[in-house]
């Protein structure tokens, strides 16, 4: 085979190589989050273990950020003491991680207005097709950057405390 015959080769694998679809999941060996703190009204979400700040985010918020989340479709977030406590690896937005809103307290509210608390509030990243849509386009969920979510679905566990302030 000649050298410019192997060259090519070599040069095509190459190519291929790097067009290789990236993992969107990744491996964190760093100090566990222990917390997690969102504060809607600067639009941010920190990553704490214990009283460090590990990672800042800015995020948006559901279409009505004012508020606490009361009923479904209400389009906030909600505010409170909640917990991680589920992941979706092939969520529509990219990856995301479950918050356990609606508590007992949230659900006994909205049946006292014969309302549905709503539910399936996630942090997450962003459909390409919607990256257009900010700021507070979610129906009530957190929203990251993709490439944002991918190093928190790797940092954070389920059973993480989150506490959401207004």
Not at 6 to 24: E, I, N, V, W, Y
Not at 42 to 50: A, D, G, I, K, T
Not at 80 to 92: K, L, M, Q, T, V
Not at 110 to 129: M, T
């Amino acid at each position: 085979m000649s050298m410019t015959r192997r060259f090519a080769l070599l040069a095509g694998a190459a190519t291929l190589a790097g067009c290789a679809d990236r993992t969107k999941f990744k491996t964190y060996r760093g100090p566990e989050v222990t917390r997690l703190i969102v504060n809607k009204g600067n639009r941010e979400m920190f990553l704490l273990h214990h009283q460090r700040v590990l990672k800042r985010y800015e995020v948006d918020l559901g279409f009505a950020p004012e508020g606490h989340k009361q009923f479904e479709g209400d389009g906030k977030t909600p505010e409170g003491e909640y917990h991680i406590d589920r992941r979706n690896p092939d969520s529509a937005f990219h990856l995301s991680i479950g918050i356990s809103y609606p508590n007992e307290a949230d659900i006994a509210f909205a049946q006292a207005h014969g309302k549905p608390p709503g539910g399936d509030i996630f942090i997450h990243g962003e459909p390409n097709i919607f990256s257009f849509l900010k700021p507070d386009w979610t129906a009530g969920c957190i929203s990251v950057t993709n490439h944002e979510m991918e190093d928190v679905y790797a940092m954070v566990r389920d059973g993480t405390p989150i506490t959401l302030n207004a």
